[in-house]
């Protein structure tokens, strides 16, 4: 959901958009960790979120002169992405965690698959031949995006805990503008090294060992 969503989003909305409206995810996250009992929030840990939610925000810029209004169906759409990603990174702190990571990976790739096929049917477009750069761009999707990148993603879930986890969420606009500049050559700008200094103060806070243990361990009765 969350991909699909996002991906869909960004057909109406403008890129810096999405990304700041997916880098609310880490108050999402923590909200919905804290009203499951699997986790206790933490004054600096909001603290450091809304310092690096600012720092994405002078990063992306929400607003530029004479734009039209934001698409209401993109932000619907990116909206309900974010609360899908903040809401599976919290199951699986609480249901999941002890679970094998690839076998958890390999069924909801599956899952996921089964369950948009007839939705592919009913609303695709017809499917083209495809070109080897889309191709690849697929590929790359498939097993570095997805599979690979869910693989770390549940992993970091399970070392550091879903609030700590989504606040790397902070960091999309950082490796944005830096690829984006090393394969495209797009020039660099004063905001984003003033953001990325932001939302690296942030995250210093985000991430600082808690003083009270802040995780519940795995098949821990919830307080």
Same mark, same amino acid.
């Given at each position: 959901?969350?991909?699909?969503?996002?991906?869909?989003?960004?057909?109406?909305?403008?890129?810096?958009?999405?990304?700041?409206?997916?880098?609310?995810?880490?108050?999402?996250?923590?909200?919905?960790?804290?009203?499951?009992?699997?986790?206790?929030?933490?004054?600096?840990?909001?603290?450091?979120?809304?310092?690096?939610?600012?720092?994405?925000?002078?990063?992306?810029?929400?607003?530029?002169?004479?734009?039209? &209004?934001?698409?209401?169906?993109? !932000?619907? *759409? %990116? =909206?309900?992405? +974010?609360?899908?990603?903040? $809401?599976?990174?919290? #199951?699986?702190?609480?249901?999941?965690?002890?679970?094998?990571?690839?076998?958890?990976?390999?069924?909801?790739?599956?899952?996921?698959?089964?369950?948009?096929?007839?939705?592919?049917?009913?609303?695709?477009?017809?499917?083209?031949?495809?070109?080897? &750069?889309?191709?690849?761009?697929? !590929?790359? *999707? %498939? =097993?570095?995006? +997805?599979?690979?990148?869910? $693989?770390?993603?549940? #992993?970091?879930?399970?070392?550091?805990?879903?609030?700590?986890?989504?606040?790397?969420?902070?960091?999309?606009?950082?490796?944005?503008?830096?690829?984006?500049?090393?394969?495209?050559?797009?020039?660099?700008?004063?905001?984003?090294?003033?953001?990325?200094?932001?939302?690296?103060?942030? !995250?210093? *806070?985000?991430?600082?060992?808690?003083?009270?243990?802040?995780?519940?361990?795995?098949?821990?009765?919830?307080?």
């Amino acid at each position: 959901m969350y991909l699909g969503l996002t991906f869909s989003a960004l057909r109406t909305l403008r890129p810096e958009i999405v990304v700041v409206i997916v880098s609310c995810t880490p108050f999402l996250t923590t909200l919905f960790a804290a009203l499951a009992g699997l986790e206790r929030i933490e004054i600096a840990r909001l603290a450091g979120i809304m310092l690096g939610f600012t720092g994405v925000v002078v990063m992306c810029g929400v607003a530029s002169p004479g734009s039209a &209004p934001p698409d209401p169906l993109g !932000l619907a *759409l %990116a =909206a309900c992405g +974010t609360l899908a990603f903040a $809401a599976g990174t919290v #199951l699986f702190r609480g249901r999941a965690h002890g679970l094998a990571i690839l076998p958890v990976n390999f069924w909801q790739s599956v899952t996921g698959a089964v369950v948009l096929a007839p939705v592919a049917l009913a609303w695709g477009g017809p499917w083209p031949v495809p070109a080897m &750069p889309t191709v690849l761009a697929l !590929l790359y *999707l %498939a =097993a570095v995006a +997805t599979i690979g990148g869910m $693989a770390l993603w549940l #992993l970091l879930i399970r070392s550091r805990g879903a609030a700590k986890a989504s606040a790397c969420h902070l960091l999309n606009p950082v490796s944005g503008v830096v690829l984006s500049h090393l394969v495209l050559g797009t020039a660099l700008r004063p905001t984003d090294f003033a953001g990325a200094a932001i939302i690296a103060l942030g !995250l210093a *806070l985000t991430l600082r060992p808690s003083r009270t243990p802040s995780v519940r361990p795995a098949g821990a009765p919830a307080k």
